[in-house]
């Protein structure tokens, strides 16, 4: 090896710890800090509506009862209430509704209990259901009553009924 090969590998070896060093020691340290958020906002929706149906008669002499479901499903937490409008018969309210064939009518109520004594409307806190939402589908028993007609025509008689959930 020559002179100057020897002389600059015993400077890189005297000078590279050197430098090491001279690096800055951390002998402080400074902290803050900062936010995380997330919103979860409510929110609901009808996740299922099973056919209200009265079914097939000769007459109607008396009550025909029927029961159908809707599932309603809202975030967790979240209050709600559940209205059904009066239907699409003309002149229909929701303690009179109609069930319609061509120009013929046949009365029915829908009702928030076995008993039939609650008839299920659209006005919150007065003739809606109510309910809690815990993010799973929450199921609601629909409960129907056609009282004694008397010789309604024979036909299809249908009705559509629209559900509001409020939240």
């Known amino acids: 090896m020559s002179r100057n090969c020897v002389s600059a590998v015993v400077a890189a070896i005297v000078l590279v710890p050197a430098t090491l060093s001279t690096a800055p020691a951390w ?6 800090s900062f936010q ?3 919103t979860i906002e409510g929110s609901c929706s009808v996740a299922s509506a099973t056919t209200l149906d009265f ?3 000769a007459t109607v002499a008396s009550n025909v009862d029927s029961s159908s479901t809707i599932g309603v499903q809202c975030t ?17 309210t929701v303690s009179n509704r109609l069930l319609t064939s061509g120009g013929a009518t046949i ?8 008993n039939h004594t609650q008839v299920w409307g659209v006005t919150n806190a007065v003739d809606t259901q109510g309910g809690t939402g815990n993010g799973g589908v929450q199921s609601f028993t629909v ?3 056609v009282p004694p007609v008397a010789s309604p025509p024979a036909g299809a008689y249908s009705d559509t009924i629209a559900v509001t959930v409020t939240y």
């Open 36 to 38: 995380v958020s997330m």
């Open 27 to 32: 002998a402080a340290t400074a902290t803050g």
């Open 55 to 57: 079914g097939s008669h």
């Open 76 to 92: 967790s937490a979240t209050p709600y209430s559940i209205g059904l409008s009066a239907g699409q018969g003309s002149g229909a």
């Open 107 to 114: 009365p029915y109520t829908i009702y928030r209990d076995s």
């Open 143 to 145: 409960y129907g009553r």
